[in-house]
């Protein structure tokens, strides 16, 4: 059932946040909107780490980071290494892509993942957007770690849905 909802959310039609008071970053040409709840870190590698920071609820864990890849490749030779990657992942046990779309997104071509794996016990759902920018990839991916499986669905759900929105505000410069 979790998985039947959470890919039903994963191929919703693009949304945006209205009811929620917003912070926004813009850099490098790409800009995302998060709720204020929500906090910036400086972490390597990515051009923008955003992840919760004065959660109510201990049941999950949600981090959303922003990568653009340092060499031109096209999105078909970076998509099938970036799934090698994912299986091969050392932490990721039973990693399964359980949706792969590939779409445009604004006038560029993208791929969409819906991964599910463990990491010591702990359900993880992983969504990803690779979008080829100007013969670089850019790689947004969200992963949320559901701490406390027995916990209600419908709060990891809302969880889902908040994610998605938060994606789905991205920008990226013409």
Known sequence: ??????????????????????????????????????????????????????????????????????????????????????????KYKDFKIKVRRELMYGNRKAIRYFCTATVSHIPVEIMAIAIQNKGKIILVTTTAYWLKPSSETGIFLQLLKKTEKILNSIEIEQ
């Open 1 to 90: 059932m979790r998985l039947l909802v959470c890919t039903l959310l994963f191929l919703m039609n693009l949304s945006i946040i209205h009811s929620q008071e917003l912070t926004s970053i813009d850099r490098n040409g790409f800009s995302i909107k998060f709720p204020n709840s929500w906090e910036e870190k400086k972490v390597p590698d990515y051009l923008i780490y955003i992840m919760e920071s004065d959660k109510k609820s201990s049941d999950f864990s949600t981090t959303i980071g922003i990568q653009e890849t340092k060499e031109d490749e096209t999105l078909e030779v970076f998509s099938k290494q970036y799934e090698i990657d994912l299986s091969n992942h050392k």
